[in-house]
């Protein structure tokens, strides 16, 4: 299965130009499944909620049309994060695009900072079928609680993915490797880099984004800076060996019965 | 508070004179808390079940009253891996010593590889107060599950001491930096080095022993080898700011409502 992503850096607020962008950096592509970053067509540092509403998107709508139109051409299914208006609600959500349209709709579970004050939090955990290979998906500060990526593994999930905007520099890029290992699954993180200002306040986005083995072995990482897209070839049976010896397997040998939550 | 740890290589059934080098590093020491390896004074790799029983201990018994005696003498509170012999049993287990003598043990939840063959596993996580600082303790393969570390910080644990036999090189070090960091508690993990033969199989053991901050920064770590006892002044009350943005708490932020385990 070749599994990939896109590192890209929106102009924040342009969603024409950023969907155009990104039409052009995949429309040939070779691959199974491709995560896109979190909010790459509207960009992340809202002002306020109106602004906010303004950028959100139905689903379906013109982000899904768009990568739905290239899944249809190239056979690629697509993560990709995106501000989803829902019954006058915002969520902050990784959708799941086939070439028969977007399948499911992950909403971001644990919010960020002022994602507080513009979004709804999501309530559930899901794994997808996706050429028989289960999927789950995660979005940017997800990854600081083992718990979600825990209840995807345990859910069946093989490959996890998990579009990101991230901001404190190094932190995802060890947890996500930890999530893996201590799940043996592999990870897809897709992370935006560049920067927004407003206010005379700067988000700077780290980029790094990773692929991650089952072994907790990175696969391949990206520069802090730079657009890349890319796509590398693993077996997904790799994420159904649970074991790490013999005799110790990462599920067997958890104490449920001892631990708290 | 002066928390600190000794990297030490111990001889592999020489018993007393692994005690006798462990008094001579510390018998001197000005410190409140300092943790040893797991298995500091029988060594860890073991051929049979019977050469473990033979090198087993009480709780009380020669090292924890050898410890005793250094506590009384400097104050300094210790959490060492013990050979625990217990109503015909034996574990892996890590003891907490106070000048009064061993005030409490915690046994190993999750046994690594052959242990399964050699020791009973603990059931039971718990903290203990110490000088107004709640402690809490793993033992080495511990760190990979990360539950563990979230019951005691759930228990209320600020510090977690975590004697440690690591085989898996750069694995621990990462782990314990991201338990560290998704709780917020300061993290010991007291490593040995040096190797052990036994039948043509060689286990070489990887030092870099470390302390973590609650922001997930690495305080010291050692070297790969070589002796080392490092201290240093830690203000627990970071551990108990579980806040990593004015609006994000790592534990109010768990959606446990939604969590599987």
């Known amino acids: 299965m070749k599994i990939g992503y896109l590192q890209f850096n929106p102009d924040f607020g342009k969603t024409d130009k950023n969907r155009e962008q990104i039409q052009n950096k995949l429309e040939n592509i070779k691959a199974d499944i491709v995560v896109l970053p979190e909010l790459p067509v509207s960009g992340y540092f809202f002002s306020t909620k109106k602004e906010a509403e303004i950028l959100a998107e139905p689903i ?30 915002l969520y902050n959500s990784a959708v799941l695009i086939s070439p028969e349209g977007p399948i499911s709709t992950y909403r971001k579970t644990h919010l960020f900072y002022k994602e507080k004050e513009f979004f709804q939090p999501g309530n559930d955990y899901f794994i ?23 209840t995807l593994a345990l859910m069946g999930a093989q490959i996890i993915c998990h579009p990101s905007n991230l901001v404190l520099p190094e932190i995802a890029q060890q947890t996500t490797r930890v999530r893996a290992l201590e799940n043996r699954v592999f990870w897809i993180m897709a992370n935006r880099y560049g920067s927004e200002t407003k ?5 700077t986005y780290t980029g790094k984004s990773q692929i991650i083995a089952p072994n907790g072995k990175i696969i391949h990482q990206s520069s802090a800076e730079g657009d890349e897209l890319y796509i590398t070839e693993i077996d997904p049976e790799d994420a ?13 040998d958890r104490r449920t019965d001892i631990y708290i939550n």
């Open 240 to 252: 159904l060996k649970k074991n790490i010896t013999e005799l110790n397997n990462v599920f067997e």
């Open 60 to 89: 379906p709508g013109p982000t899904t049309n768009m990568l739905q139109k290239i899944s249809l051409k190239t056979g690629t299914y697509f993560v990709s994060g995106i501000l989803e208006k829902s019954n006058g609600n």
């Open 199 to 203: 206010k005379g306040k700067t988000n």
């Open 128 to 150: 997808v079928d996706i050429k028989g290979v289960k999927i789950g998906m995660l979005v940017c500060f997800d990854h600081l609680f083992p718990e979600a990526a825990r």
